[in-house]
């Protein structure tokens, strides 16, 4: 059992959550921190194995003095919490600016101030923007191409300053599109998934060309833990992806394949980004989480589908998604 204790914020969503249980099972003494919530609900970990062993704070992220009291005694701090919807950042710019620019500032200024052994800043590949070379090194060029990406650019801008500026012990973790259980319905993979179960073979889908590479979300924390346990990446940009693309096109075809449906795909306008928005193709270079980590994936594309679908199978699991609405 290590003695190490880290808080986790955004610890009750979906990749948070994963990342909780993933910590736990390592050894690690977790703390727990995401929204108030006038119910007491902790998200996914009410479900959780482990839910009796871990420490769970509600606060807001926005707001200096309940991130601050979180973080105390904790050695690290695994920061996840933010606004991550694309399609809601053109609604409300600033609510991602106060989340994930202002949210960042409390966690970088909070740990500078209590001296932790280290700070791993979420960042994400919207980042790079629509890919200028692939694959995409962590040297890429960065564009905000969505008020999200901006938020995050100015988060990752942030903690690169402290730990120029402060020598705050900082690493920057880039996933590339994370899917697995426990996904929102504003991702495309549980969207496709629960608009089939729900007995819908006509798929509303938004463009269809643009590529991701996704990596299973198991694969995705095990890149956290890679990283953190590295003491070669600190003030560094590190990439978690699988180097594979595929389109959304045919990332639906292969969903109904692997469900024995045959897709008729809609197109729905309210799904398509602003033209200049749209981040066109995404493809991971990993060769430095390769090269610093001994970090290397357990699933592929489709063992991962099937997990998922497997997951959504399940009653009480498809309650939750509203297949016959977009979800911004």
């Known amino acids: 059992m290590s003695n190490k204790q880290i ?32 119910n007491n609900d902790w998200g996914w970990l009410e479900e959780s194995k482990y839910k009796n062993e871990i420490e769970v704070i509600l606060g807001d992220i926005r707001d200096y003095d309940s991130v601050s009291k979180a973080m105390n005694n904790c050695n690290s701090v695994f920061h996840l919490a933010a606004l991550i919807g694309i399609p809601y950042s053109y609604v409300s710019p600033l609510a991602y600016i106060r989340t994930n620019v202002e949210g960042t500032y409390n966690i970088l200024e909070a740990a500078k101030n209590l ?12 980042t790079y923007g629509t890919a200028q070379k692939v694959p ?5 060029p960065i564009v905000g191409q969505s008020p999200y990406a901006a938020s995050k650019i100015g988060g990752d801008q942030l903690a690169t300053s402290y730990f120029k500026s402060f020598n705050l012990p900082v690493k920057i973790v880039r996933p590339f599109n994370t899917y697995g259980p426990r996904q929102s319905s ?38 956290f833990i890679q990283i953190h346990e590295s003491n070669k990446l600190f003030g560094e940009v590190v990439n978690i992806g699988m180097n594979l693309e595929i389109s959304i096109g045919d990332l639906v075809t292969q969903i109904g394949s692997l469900m024995g449906e045959k897709i ?3 197109t729905n306008k309210k799904r ?45 699991n498809l309650n939750l998604y509203k297949a016959d609405r977009y979800n911004i």
């Open 115 to 126: 001296e932790l052994e280290e700070v791993l800043i979420t960042s994400t590949s919207e």
């Open 136 to 140: 995409i090194s962590e040297d890429h």
């Open 186 to 223: 504003r991702a495309i993979i549980p969207s496709i998934i629960s608009q089939l179960l729900n007995g819908s073979n006509e798929i509303e889908i938004g463009n269809l060309t643009p590529t991701r590479d996704l990596t299973y979300v198991k694969d995705t924390c095990e890149g």
């Open 272 to 316: 398509i980004r602003p033209k200049n928005s749209e981040v066109e193709r995404l493809l991971c270079d990993n060769s430095k989480l390769y090269k610093f980590t001994n970090w290397r994936p357990s699933f592929n594309l489709k063992e991962g589908l099937e997990e998922v679908i497997k997951w959504m199978r399940q009653s009480n």
């Open 264 to 266: 008729i795909i809609k």
């Open 7 to 38: 808080l986790i914020t955004g610890a009750t969503g979906f990749i948070g959550s994963h990342l909780v249980e993933t910590c736990l099972e390592r050894g690690f003494k977790v703390r727990a921190f995401d929204r108030y919530n006038s």
